[in-house]
């Protein structure tokens, strides 16, 4: 039983841990708390469905089709609503309150064309083998969802710390205007920062829809809140951070769940996070900044 829990904690983690760090990395590099990160995560499960229901396509080839088509999303809204902010030097508040107001929109819409009831990827859309180990069993779409989970983050994580590109991004997000005189083009790692953001919450959004079977509007909403508290359990802006928050949050929603009360496991995040913040208030990994006299 403890085994199997364990097992699942590790899946659910996995999903929270990838929409974390996109997350995590807008708020590093770009500097805003972007609210709707969740709707990428709702438009990503949403174009994995239709491409598996309309078009026929495998989740191998959904997978990736979801998380293009919501990068391509996130720069848009990016584009069209943050972009202005930065050039007129907008305070950081402004930025909260355009994609709150966003975040509300986008929402209303996608329940307005597409209902609120719960949706489902078809029966034949995966393999729907399952291996047992003793007492563990585990399905290939846990497998499917905990190599995704890997792949992605360590795809981030090499191109962050292994690449030229890596290094213009992490430029930008020590001090734009610093990079912009070392010839870094700013703009387009704003692009890049926003597409690749965007597409790892769609596929968290993906993994997240076939790891339950259940796909509505509001999905990205109720992950929003527990994104919260792992990018600051974790530590605001740390990526290692937002990965070991997101698998210790998953461990310990699916053991409430198990061994308390499920009714339990959503207050889970929240005590979680009030327990970090009792402890060590800038996060596990966060960094306590100077302050000058």
Known sequence: MLAQQLVNGLVLGATYSLFAIGFT???????????????????????ALWATR????????????????????????????????????APELSSLMVTIGATLFLYSGMAAYYGTEIRRFPPAVFDQTAWSVGDIRITSAQVLILAACLVLAGALLVLLRGTKFGMAIRAVAENPETAALMGVNASLVVVAVSFLSGAIGGA??????????????????????RGFAVIIIGGLGDLRGALIAG???????????????????????????????????????GRVAAKRA
């Open 54 to 89: 309309v078009l026929g396509l495998s989740i191998w080839t959904a997978l990736p089709a979801g998380a293009i088509v919501s990068g391509l999303v996130a720069t848009a809204i990016d584009y069209a609503l943050l972009t202005p902010l930065r050039r007129a030097r």
């Open 247 to 285: 698998l210790l949050l998953g461990f310990v929603e699916v053991l409430t769940a198990g061994f308390l009360s499920s009714s339990m496991k959503d207050a889970t995040a929240f005590a979680l996070l009030v327990a970090t913040l009792w402890v060590r208030p800038v996060g596990l990994f």
């Open 25 to 47: 990395l807008i708020f590093g590099v770009l500097g805003v708390i972007n609210l709707a990160y969740g709707f990428y995560f709702s438009v990503g499960a949403f174009a």
């Open 204 to 225: 968290a959004g993906i993994l997240i829809g076939l790891n339950f079977n259940a796909i509505q509007p509001y999905m990205g909403e109720q992950m929003m809140l």
